[in-house]
């Protein structure tokens, strides 16, 4: 067995029978590469069939692939989940085994201060039409491609709290799901830096733990 499987065994196996493990750590991501599958649940709340969406998955590996279509058939919901009898979209991130425990070396923490202000974007292809502005104290995030009508828009006060760790306030939020996180802050610590740009994980609630990498916006 390949290392790349035995770590996914290793992972999956960590977890209870009706959880749904979305992050796995593997040695043949460049940073973060992503699956996405159609998965639907049956009247007896298994899943019964998983569809890999190939226009939304850029990790490569078929073989980890397959295996983590066998893991979701094997999933079980309780009996009244309200998820039966329906399909739906998710997305499983595939990151880099070498980002798992990365920590900045202090040599490198100078190289996080031009990451304090200027243009940025997600390289997650599920946020990449999101702009990044920084600027001082304040960080803006939107999109208005999302729909014109009613563009994406939030406003965050920004605080380094040490050269490559920072919070995010939430100020503002024009949408209903994220006006209730207003008052919040998301702590974000830098764990790597890649060319163009920097990994990091961000918590939110000191519980919903994040990956992923911000790039420099040249546009």
């Known amino acids: 067995m390949n290392k790349n499987l035995l770590l996914f065994y290793l992972l999956i196996s960590t977890f209870s029978y009706s959880q749904v493990q979305k992050r796995f750590y593997v040695n043949d991501a460049k940073t973060i590469d992503y699956v996405t599958v ?61 980002y798992e425990n990365a920590e900045l070396n202090e040599s490198d923490y100078a190289k996080c201060n031009k990451f304090k202000t200027g243009n940025f974007r997600y390289a997650d292809f599920r946020v990449k039409e999101t702009k990044i502005k920084r600027r001082k104290n304040k960080q803006i995030e939107k999109n208005g491609k999302r729909n014109k009508d009613d563009p994406f828009k939030e406003k965050y006060k920004i605080s ?13 939020a024009n949408s209903a799901e994220r006006e209730k996180f207003i ?28 990956i992923n990498v911000i790039l420099i916006d040249s546009e």
């Open 38 to 98: 159609n998965f639907c649940v049956n009247d007896s709340a298994r899943i019964s069939k998983v569809t890999v969406l190939l226009e939304k998955t850029t990790y490569k590996n078929e073989e980890i692939i397959q295996n983590l279509i066998t893991y979701l058939k094997e999933i079980q919901y309780y009996p009244d989940s309200k998820l039966r009898n329906n399909c739906y979209d998710s997305t499983f991130e595939f990151v880099n085994k070498n």
């Open 160 to 172: 380094w709290s040490s050269p490559c760790e920072y919070q995010l306030e939430f100020l503002t």
């Open 183 to 210: 008052g919040e802050s998301i702590k974000v610590k830098i764990i790597a830096l890649i060319d163009n740009g920097y990994v990091f994980k961000a918590k939110l609630l000191d519980y919903h733990e994040t």
